[in-house]
């Protein structure tokens, strides 16, 4: 007889307990098995005239001599992107403004576009955009990466790297301004 009183009274208790642990298990933010998308954008090559679907374009050989290469890799995730330059062929001890850029890269050196910005930031700076300025070395060669804590806009990533004649400007009204646009790397997703 007790033993039935028991089993009554814990019989509610049971269920009570089950229902609120349902409940909790549903209040719980579903966790998503999908990983964020990653987007990996290369190019480069010996840079040659604009020419239909070239992959790095020289619009002044006085500052990109014959023979000059760069091979360029970006990468983004959910929160962070990074990008690198390698040129080698350039002209020695000299410094290039360099970002990525939102269109590829054409006939006409402003076909690129303006510079890639952080979503939603109207001004120019080294944190809101990716520049990669590089000076060579003795022989013309250099190497320049950046990070950022934001990434690529989902469906628009960067789609080409301008090299400029002039270090960036990092400060007042003409910040990010660079000089004449001297070449170009168009990007591909990897």
Not at 66 to 82: D, F, H, K, M, N
Not at 91 to 104: A, E, K, S
Request: hydrophobic residues 40%; aromatic residues 6%; proline residues 8%.
């Amino acid at each position: 007889m007790r033993l039935s009183r028991l089993s009554w009274f814990l019989a509610p208790v049971t269920l009570i307990t089950a229902a609120c642990g349902g409940q909790a298990e549903m209040a719980r933010p579903a966790v998503h098995d999908v990983a964020p998308a990653e987007v990996k954008l290369s190019g480069g090559g010996t840079f040659g005239a604009p020419a239909p679907r070239a992959a790095a374009i020289v619009y002044d050989r006085a500052l990109v001599p014959p023979g000059a290469s760069a091979r360029v890799t970006a990468e983004s995730g959910a929160v962070l992107s990074t990008a690198k330059v390698e040129v080698s062929g350039f002209l020695p001890r000299r410094t290039y403004g360099v970002h990525l850029h939102v269109n590829p890269c054409g006939a006409d050196p402003e076909e690129a576009g303006p510079h890639y910005r952080q979503h939603g930031h109207s001004h120019a700076s080294a944190t809101s955009e990716v520049w990669l300025d590089f000076t060579t070395d003795r022989r013309g060669a250099a190497t320049a990466a950046a990070k950022q804590d934001w990434a690529f806009i989902p469906g628009r990533p960067p789609r080409s790297l301008v090299i400029h004649a002039e270090p960036t400007r990092a400060e007042g009204t003409d910040a990010g301004a660079a000089g004449p646009r001297v070449a170009c790397v168009t990007l591909a997703e990897r």
